[in-house]
């Protein structure tokens, strides 16, 4: 494994943790069914995304042109998202009375089981993935200087 790739994991992993931290902390106080917060997972993953390209930026300088950026911030977060899914793909699954609730409250509810969630989980995480990514690539291409 390079340098650069225990970088991307570093990134992966605090963005999981951040994650699933933000969800056990919603579970516990009982706001978990409120969607709006679901906007703080995306300031989760700019902050991991931005944080990780500062330091591959800083560290890695012979080796940063923007399509090496931007695949380093798709891969760090998507070592995020992917297990922060298999995740909660695992958790609805070992608890039917959550998932009971998830059914009883969405729009689609009849039609949900933990795997779709999981699917859904995945593509809306990967999506922000790409656009966060892209957006943080834009910033720091026009303010944030090379070392």
Known sequence: ?????????????????????????????????VLELRVVNLLIVGGGIYYGLREYRLTYEHATNYFNSFRFGLISGALGIIPFALMMVAYLSASPEFMAEVRATEIMGPFLNPVNIGFVLLAEGLGSVFLVTYTVMQYMKSVVPKK
């Open 1 to 33: 494994m390079t340098s650069i790739d225990r970088l991307r994991l570093k990134y992966g992993l605090l963005i999981f943790t951040g994650l699933t931290a933000f969800f056990i902390t919603m579970k516990l106080v009982g706001l978990v069914h």
